[in-house]
């Protein structure tokens, strides 16, 4: 893990994601349906007090234009504050500062509500008419009707019966008509009915004979809230003013509650859609990345983005194909360098069998067979290196993991190497004995290998060392001999590379050994590099690894 990396489940876990954002989105669903209930109850409450309160001062307007002295007008309005028990007064209209949406509705003739939430009461304005008296005395400023109202009762209502009967009287003969006129200003049914098709109960029927105005409350079906309805006898026997349905104020009708969950559904849809559009987006780019594979293109890859799991798997998939490729490529190479490695020992071999029985010299015979032995044996080293070569590349290896003396192992190899070269072999050992985790196997063969590789090309010093750098141990090879051109550098790991292009007995090796080792570091999760020496002049190989390395 890299340092100062954090884990953080939510980037790790694209389920974790989905199921976090649905109940944020859910809990973001429910503060919203709050407030939009809240905002749209607000607003048909209000709506709903002005449509009510419109109709009610429309019929006390009416009666002010009947009154023609002011004397009368203050008459009837003390008359209709106690049938009301509401104070109704007039106001000049220039004291009260009105928006512009409340000087429309002044101008319509309708009422503006002014509630106070706090105190719970609400001021009431309706703009007056002008009286036939006021025109002869060319009165100027416009009026307000005005009332404070902190609660509505059986009494208000039964009052508006009583206004509109009082209306009626003015047009006897034409209560039909004057209905009709009057009822485009009431949200609610006006009618006059026979008293005798009104559903009323004993002691219903009992008060309207007595000409009492009768107030039926009935509950509301199919969530639509209950209503009432205002009963009145009227001048003619036998007749009754009914007033309503008048539907009470319902703060979740079935509409808004159908509403707020229709737009719930959406926020949910949209939410969950955005949530699994990502996902849906990697994995359809997964499955292209699959179908160009699976059509031979190895060069597929798909883009990988976050770190979730969706994103490990294409991680592994990218991964999986370019191992893919490159196990491709080796075989493809190792198949033509094995074939052209093979040619020369079988060609000497063959020609030593030629020799043999072209001569009949024992001297000649015997030297014969043991250049045809040293044949055999390239041939059996040759064909160790490509069998490890290709057990390292095909995947990953068994590997036995044990911490290792890097100061015994260095020195084993560096009196191995003395023992098979002429040439000085130096081992650097560290101040104390130090370990890192390793295969001991595969670690003696980097060892070995990249020894080998430095007497072959040292003119006559070769400096084995190893030690710990910032967590990583490290093993160093250095040589005195020609070096490695930078532009080279990277190429030498490569299989089957030899940069003198020598096959003769002389140079040896087969160009796999330096490919080895760096398939080895790869396994070991380090690393392999070539630079020059700053010591003796030639080529340095270091290989570096964790001290633990982590398991593949």
């Not at 025109?135 to 307000?144: C, D, F, I, S, V």
Request: with cysteine; net charge neutral; glycine share 8%.
């Amino acid at each position: 893990m890299l340092k100062g990396y954090k884990f953080s489940p939510f980037a790790h876990s694209i389920f974790l994601r989905i199921y976090a954002g649905l109940v944020v989105v859910c809990i973001c669903i429910g503060i919203i349906a709050y407030l939009l209930v809240g905002i749209v109850n607000d607003f048909r409450s209000q709506n709903y007090r002005e449509e009510m309160a419109s109709s009610a001062f429309y019929l006390i307007k009416q009666g002010i234009l009947r009154q023609g002295q002011p004397e009368a007008i203050q008459n009837w309005l003390d008359d209709a504050s106690i049938l009301l028990n509401i104070p109704l007064s007039i106001l000049p209209a220039e004291k009260i500062t009105f928006s512009r949406m409340e000087q429309e509705r002044l101008k319509a003739g309708d009422a503006v509500v002014r509630f106070d939430s706090a105190k719970n009461f609400a001021d009431i304005y309706s703009e007056l008419p002008t009286t036939p008296a006021a025109e002869q005395e060319k009165a100027g400023p416009p009026r307000l009707l005005y009332a404070r109202v902190d609660r509505i009762g059986e009494q208000q209502i039964k009052a508006l019966a009583v206004f509109i009967l009082d209306d009626l009287v003015q047009y006897r003969g034409q209560e039909e008509a004057r209905l009709a006129t009057l009822q485009r200003h009431f949200s609610y049914p006006l009618k006059l009915r026979p008293a005798s098709q009104m559903d009323l109960d004993v002691d219903q029927r009992a008060r309207f004979r007595r000409n009492e105005v009768v107030l039926v409350i009935r509950d509301g079906a199919n969530g639509m809230g209950s209503s009432l309805q205002v009963i009145s006898p009227t001048s003619h026997p036998g007749e009754a003013l009914v007033l309503g349905p008048i539907p009470t104020f319902n703060w979740m009708p079935l509409q808004l509650l159908l509403s707020i969950i229709v737009l719930g559904l959406i926020m949910l849809s949209l939410a969950v859609y955005s949530l699994i559009f990502p996902v849906e987006r990697k994995l359809r780019a997964l499955k292209v990345g699959i179908g160009r594979v699976r059509a031979g293109d190895l060069n597929a890859r798909v883009n990988v983005t976050g770190h979730d799991e969706v994103a490990l798997v294409g991680e592994a998939f990218n991964n999986m194909t370019a191992h893919v490729q490159r196990l491709i490529d080796s075989q493809r190479e190792l198949t033509r360098a094995v074939s052209h490695e093979l040619r020369t020992p079988v060609a000497r071999i063959r020609f030593g069998v030629d020799m043999l029985a072209d001569t009949d010299d024992s001297e000649s015979r015997w030297e014969q067979q043991a250049l045809i032995d040293k044949d055999i044996e390239s041939l059996n080293e040759l064909i160790d290196e490509i069998l490890t070569y290709a057990k390292l590349e095909e995947g990953t290896p068994s590997l036995s993991m044990e911490p290792i003396a890097l100061g015994a192992l260095i020195g084993k190899v560096g009196e191995e190497t003395r023992r098979l070269s002429t040439k000085s072999i130096e081992v650097v050992l560290p101040p104390i004995e130090i370990e890192a985790v390793a295969e001991q196997r595969y670690l003696h063969r980097v060892v070995q290998n990249l020894a080998g590789n430095a007497v072959r090309y040292a003119d006559s010093r070769v400096r084995i060392s190893t030690g710990l750098e910032q967590g990583m141990a490290f093993i160093s090879v250095e040589d005195d001999g020609p070096g490695i051109p930078e532009k080279d550098r990277e190429k030498v790991f490569m299989p089957f590379t030899r940069l003198d292009d020598s096959r003769t007995r002389a140079s040896g090796g087969y160009g796999l050994g330096l490919s080895i080792v760096s398939r080895i570091a790869f396994w070991f999760g380090g690393t392999i590099r070539v630079d020059a020496s700053p010591e003796l002049g030639g080529a340095r190989f270091t290989m570096r690894w964790p001290i633990k390395p982590k398991k593949l």
